[in-house]
Structures are given as C-alpha cells and as structure tokens.
C-alpha cells in the first residue's frame, strides 16, 4: 500500500512539475519540455498518468490569459495525440475514456464535443490496426456513450482501405447500434466501394509523418474535354434553371465546411436541356452556355473528362478536411456528406442509397473545370464539377473556392 501511496505522489508531482512549465516565464522552450515530458511517459506506458495531465492542464487552465491558454492547449492536444497512436490497447482504452471528459478552459477556438470525437477517431484510424479497433469496439460496445466514437472510428478504418464487411464483430455493431437507431452513419457500407477508390488518398497523417490536412487536389482523367465542339446537328442546347432548394441544399453538402470560412464562395445550380446532350458530347461548351458566376468573364477554362471517383475523392476532401479557417467533418461524416452530395448532383433521389448512387454514377458523365479567377481563389481549395445526368436531359453544376 505504501508503494501505492508513493507511486501516486510522485505522479502528482510530475504533473505539477509539467504544469508550472506551462505557467512561468520559460515561453516556447517550457511547451518544448513539457511535450517531452509527454513522451517520455508514453514511452513508459504511464497512460492513466497522462490522462491526469489532461484533466489538471484544463482544470488549471487560465483562459483569460491567451498566450498562456495557448501553451496549455499545445500541451494538452499532445497529450491526445499519444494516446491516439500508441499501439496499446491500455492506451486507447485510456484516450476512450478522455473523450468523455469536456474540453472548454484549455482550447483557444471552442471545440463542440462532435468535432473532438471526430478528431480522435481519425487519429485512432491513422494510428492502431484494424484488429485494435475490433478489440476496442469488443470491449467497448456494451458502452452506449462511445458509440459515437466507435461509429466515426470504424468508418476511419474503412477510409483507410481496410474492409470490415466480413467482421462479425463490425456487423454486429452496426446493426445493433447504429441501424436500429438510425444512426446515420448506418447508411455506410463496411467496405469501400469502387467510386471512393480515391478517398484514402486524402485521408490526413499524424505524428512524425503529419500533414495539416490531406492535400487538396483534382483528379484529372486521360481524356481532355477542353476542345469537344458543341453538337453540329440540330438546334442549340436551351438550358432552363431548375429551382429546388432542397436539391441545391443536398448538392452542397460536402462543401459546406469551405462555406463557413471567412473567404468561401459556392456556387450550385440545376439545369432542364433541350435537346438532350449525349455523353460523347460534353465538353467546355456546355460550361460556357451554361450561365454561371464561376465562369463568367473567363478566358481560359481548363476542362477533364474524369469517372465519379475523381469527383467522389475532392467533395470527401473538402467534407473531411474542411477548408482554409474552417474544420472539416472528419473521416466518417465527410464520407456521408460526400455521398450525399454525389447522389444530388447525379439526380438521385433524397435518401437514395449508396448502392442507388453509384448505380446513377456510372451512367451520367463527369467533367470538372478550373479557371484563374474572378470568381475562384485559385489555391489549394477550389473545386468545379459539372455532371450530366442520365438521359443527357439534365444537367448539375456545383464550384466551391476557399482561401486563406
């Protein structure tokens, strides 16, 4: 007992010791060996020592005082990242049960419990295997009040290009808790299907090997669509606006995170054609006849004929990632909001599934377009698909820009 008693003051020492770091005069230097004093009790397996410096560093947490809040917050948000990537399954019980604590003294921008959930199953997806998430989802899926973690994190596993569609235990959880539900996250397969081939390829790192956010970039198909003149036979292409807000409202669904910034523009509209336009017929014309703001007083448009994966991929990104001041959706309801605006765009009907989606895909034709300004930011975040809808008789239009 007395061993006990030792161990446990010489951890509330080191906390204090840590702490202090954070609220003296040693400025960057004392976050620099605070961070590795977070290390080194990774390294020693010290994970519920870790998860009582995260509750003292918001506890203690003055946040009157920024520049020191902000020391706080780097500190604290470390202490999540080890716990997320550390290959044990002690660890990631440990980081399930910080995700229940709160988060309001030690943060500088207000984090809603939603956006630290999601933010802990990407790094739990990044960091631990396939078989850590299932040991985890075992021991944990009794626990209604993880579930929504568990949901987020199992769909990250997914993302990443593991299918779970053959686990039992992924099957179960699904069904038990979340379809009986209505969960929405319930509506996603347990394995990639072809359209997001290319989701995994933006999906963000962590640790040694972290990247901000994954970069943002078009896919671009072999097939350049820039110089296809418009149909010689018959009359012109008549293009009649089609106003349906709750369309409009599920086209842009994946881009709404870029929205939200201080700098986003979105642009989404729906067409009637007269006459219908075949699939081999679609290029830079029908942009150009077509009266958008996003091209508008454009010299150059640069136009590619790509499959629904090279749409599918960017809307994810900009879902999951957000945009330049805006936070993203996260792994598991970016996927969601990225099907929902596909299915929009490809006149799917509200609450159509993802199989029902695809199916529509593959039968409409794809282009997406860039231009230098006006209206685009031309930067890391912009984005321009045009879609053709099965028939040729309909057409949807969606561009989103962002910048720092």
Known sequence: MGKVTARMGTASDETNETIRLLEGDAGDEGVVRACEAVESWTKAGRWQDLVALAEALESRCEPGDKTRRGSFETVADHVEDQLALAAEDAAIDALLELSLRDRQRSVEVPRPRSLRIRAFASRLGYGQTPQAFLGALERARERAELHELLACWMHEVVLRGSSLANEARASRFREEALVKAGHPLAALPLELRPTEREAPSYMPLYGDKGLGRAIDTLASGPMSARTIPPPADGAAVRATRVDDPGVIDLMTAAVRPWAEGKSGKVEAKVFALDPQVSSSAVGSWLLRALPLESTAASARLDVSRIGPEGVFGPLFSAASNGGA????????????????????????????GVD?????????????????????????????VLVVREGGRSVAVLAATDTE
């Open 356 to 384: 029902a989606i695809a199916k529509l895909a593959a039968s409409s034709t794809f282009l997406t377009f860039r231009t230098p300004g006006p209206w685009f930011h031309d930067v890391a975040w912009d984005l321009g």
């Open 325 to 352: 001041y805006s936070s993203g959706l996260g792994g598991a309801y970016g996927r969601l909001a990225a099907w929902i605006s596909l299915g929009a765009l490809v006149g799917a009907s509200e609450g159509a």
